[in-house]
């Protein structure tokens, strides 16, 4: 794994993701790297569901389903927008925080984050490996028949849908905060 170059860093839509995507070698890396991050108190609370081949159009069909059946108004491409959004990346890493409301020592907001870095690792890994990423949620995020359809426990939640595969085309580059903007000195 080449480490990456991070003013390069850069996510690539998941709807111009395609294969190949990660090899079982490369998916072993990318799982290892994912899961070295900060974790206060040493809880792990963080899990990866893996989404790939058939998998992928199937949770494709059945979101659909919750979605018409949520809302039975919603237009039919919002609908089909559901079926069509797993079919493109070869691989979608689904990462879960396992999160203890009431633990006595480490914050929510703490556990929280440090599944927050998982996400966050697999898109450094996947660009690590010569691949492109991108951190989707939606609404099927924080939808709970999603979460029962994904095997969730009730204090589990997904906190994205991570699309890994080959760039299809060029990734457009997009603006970045202005450092003066977001960067003071505290005196
Ligand atoms: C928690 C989280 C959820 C996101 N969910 C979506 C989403 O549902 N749809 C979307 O278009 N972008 C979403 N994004 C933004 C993309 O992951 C990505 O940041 C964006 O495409 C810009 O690319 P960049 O990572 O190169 O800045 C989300 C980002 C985060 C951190």
């Known amino acids: 794994m080449e480490p990456i170059d991070l003013d390069l860093r850069l996510s690539a839509p998941a709807l111009q993701l395609g294969e190949p995507g990660p090899d079982a070698v490369q998916l072993e890396r990318l799982l290892r790297s994912a899961v070295r991050v900060p974790d206060h108190g040493k809880l792990v609370p963080w899990r990866m569901l893996l989404v790939r081949g058939d998998a992928r159009a199937r949770l494709g069909e059945a979101l659909a389903s919750i979605h018409q059946r949520n809302d039975p108004q919603v237009a039919p491409a919002k609908i089909e927008k559901n079926r069509e959004r797993f079919r493109h990346a070869p691989l979608v890493v689904v990462v879960v925080a396992r999160i203890e409301d009431e633990h006595p020592k480490i914050p929510a907001q703490e556990q929280l984050l440090s599944a927050g870095c998982v996400a966050y690792n697999l898109l450094l890994g996947a660009q690590a490996l010569g691949f492109r990423a991108q951190w989707l949620t939606g609404w099927a ?16 939640r997904i906190i994205g849908f991570v699309h890994v595969g080959s760039a299809r085309e060029a990734v457009p580059e997009r603006v970045r905060p202005d450092l003066a903007d977001v960067v003071s000195d505290w005196r």
Not at 144 to 151: C, I, K, S
Request: net charge negative; aromatic share 6%; no cysteine.
């Open 141 to 156: 995020a924080y939808d709970r028949d999603v979460a029962d359809l994904l095997g969730l426990a009730a204090s589990e």
